[in-house]
């Protein structure tokens, strides 16, 4: 059966609590689901303590966040399989105080702009999560019909980057791919790099496939282009790459919401995956 290797919950900054997606992705049909909250050890933590519900495999996982300095934009690395070790539990602490930071000042200038608005109240969503996201900023202005949707123009006049830069953007500081592409190793990880599209990361995919640094590649998303996704196909059959599939699914906090198993992941796909996290286990 196939299953959805991408999704978000509470832990991040989707909008729905992690035990009700292996009831969703029974719904959608799927045998897998791999719950992957940014930079969170708490999605890894669950799925390694339940590891069947409703029927559903559920995959460890976590999407871990890197920027690549060379070309100035963020980087996904969903890791499947990592281990629930002291390295990801510090990064993970560290990412959600450098989130936190940025965002809480995000919110002091917003209160300077925007009277209605009360720190506390975004504070009070984000008590499932490790720290503070713009979407708990977007529901306490969505409470009070100060912004027209999640991410809407209300939205990129405070957070957008470009083409104009947001009233409030504050972004955390970000570690180098080279250094997060080290935690995952250190972590016995299975990396595949995530939605190459969304942040113009085909150069750089190009560059980690053909040094041998990723494990696969993140094809059936909703936001590659069909142009990457026949790119990104090939180098998989080049150079034998595990291919991936994942809704990305936030919930309703989205641009445009898709339900679990909106993309997926071929079962021979996910017995690579956990074949190979299960070698490097037994390697080290």
Known sequence: MRGDLHTHTLYSDGSTPIEKLPFLARC?????????????????RYAYAHPQQEGVNLIPATELTA??????HRVHLLCYYPDD??????????????RKQAVLQSCAELEQLCPQFRTE???ALCKNSDTLYKTHVMQVLLQYALADSMYGDTYRALF???PVRGKILH?????SVDTVLALAKQCRAVVVLAHPSVY??????????????????EIDHPRNTPEDKAQLTAWAQQYDLIITGGTDYHGMNSAHPRPVGTCTTAEEQILRIRALAQKRKQEL
Do not use: T
Request: glycine letters at 8%; proline letters at 2%; charged letters at 25%.
């Open 28 to 44: 959608a049909g799927l045998g897998w689901l791999a719950v992957s909250d940014h930079d969170s050890i708490r999605s890894v």
């Open 67 to 72: 920027y690549d300095f060379a070309r100035e």
């Open 85 to 98: 070790c002291q390295a990801l539990a510090d990064f993970s602490a560290m990412m959600a105080a450098r």
């Open 121 to 123: 109240e975004a504070l």
């Open 160 to 162: 957008g980057l470009k």
């Open 171 to 175: 972004n955390p500081a970000y570690e």
């Open 200 to 217: 113009h990361s085909m150069e750089l995919a190009q560059e980690l496939i053909q040094a041998g640094r990723i494990d696969g590649v």
